[in-house]
């Protein structure tokens, strides 16, 4: 009978640890896509700002989406690795610091091609406003992959689901 018992309890215990780790593990991917969701409305909002071409609205649109980056590379600095699991965080600062620089680098010359009169615009102007714009969509694109390739490693190993579009 002390067997069955002693069996039972460490059968809990242990079925309470997995739910207790897959739980944290949720919350901590839960922190990160928040992270991760809000800086990618602001870019959202960066792009909206450049069709109406209106500087300051451009500018203030970019500034704002670079603070967020910035402020949120902060933040995952200061997270501790999962359960000696560095994959995850290691992905993340890597996609913040990858969009810091897109929009620093790339968004900063479309804003300021943008930016010019009409009479200063040329297809000069416009080629590179092409090419910037491709650079910016395969930039994020590739970073968001490696970023979604590691949230999806991190979410299996932990056992749970996430919605990925």
Request: with cysteine; charged share 30%; hydrophobic share 40%.
């Amino acid at each position: 009978m002390k067997k069955i018992v002693f069996i039972a309890l460490v059968c809990s215990f242990l079925g309470i640890s997995c739910t207790s780790s897959k739980d944290k593990a949720t919350k901590y991917y839960d922190k990160i896509t928040k992270l991760e969701n809000n800086l990618i409305v602001a870019i959202d909002s960066l792009d909206a700002s450049m069709k109406v071409r209106f500087p300051k609205k451009m500018f203030e649109a970019q500034q704002f989406a670079l603070n967020l980056a910035k402020s949120y590379n902060d933040t995952i600095n200061t997270l501790a690795e999962f359960d000696n699991d560095s994959a995850l965080l290691h992905a993340t600062r890597v996609f913040f610091s990858e969009l810091s620089g897109v929009i620093d680098n790339e968004y900063g010359q479309l804003i300021a091609i943008n930016a010019l009169p009409e009479e200063m615009y040329s297809q000069v102007m416009e080629d590179r406003s092409v090419f910037l714009n491709q650079e910016i969509d395969r930039k994020l694109s590739e970073s968001l992959k490696k970023l979604t390739d590691s949230m999806k490693v991190f979410a299996k190993k932990y056992e749970f689901e996430i919605k990925v579009e």
